[in-house]
Nanobody, 118 residues
Framework: QVQLVQSGGGMVQTGGSLTLSCAAS????????MGWYRQGPGSQRDVVAS???????HYGASGQGRFIISRDIDKNTMYLQMNDLKPEDTGVYYC????????????WGQGAQVTVSP
């Protein structure tokens, strides 16, 4: 069992920045991958950014160029630095971890609301 506890989020004006954190209850270096997803009002959960076990990052269309995903292996914590935020970035952000348990098990954080005002 892996627990993911998120912190960060909140309300910011257009052009502002926020950083989200996701602390894992186990060694994140063992995770197959970790990532951040956004779920907007009435929409599905879409990937914003992900980072592989080897530390390679990948960005979805919404995160490319403005967001930075990173991790601190010593703290077992993943981060999402969000810059130049826009109203369309508004939504609930979830962190995700794919663990090599029972082949592969996916875990989710509790979610954090991010609201970007015009």
């Amino acid at each position: 069992q892996v627990q993911l506890v998120q912190s960060g989020g909140g309300m910011v004006q257009t052009g502002g920045s926020l950083t989200l954190s996701c602390a894992a209850s186990t060694d994140i270096v063992n995770m197959i991958s970790m990532g951040w997803y956004r779920q907007g009002p009435g929409s599905q959960r879409d990937v914003v950014a992900s980072i592989s076990q080897g530390g390679f990052s990948h960005y979805g269309a919404s995160g490319q160029g403005r967001f930075i995903i990173s991790r601190d292996i010593d703290k077992n914590t993943m981060y999402l630095q969000m810059n130049d935020l826009k109203p369309e970035d508004t939504g609930v952000y979830y962190c995700n971890a794919m663990a090599p348990i029972n082949k592969i098990t996916t875990y989710w954080g509790q979610g954090a609301q991010v609201t970007v005002s015009p």
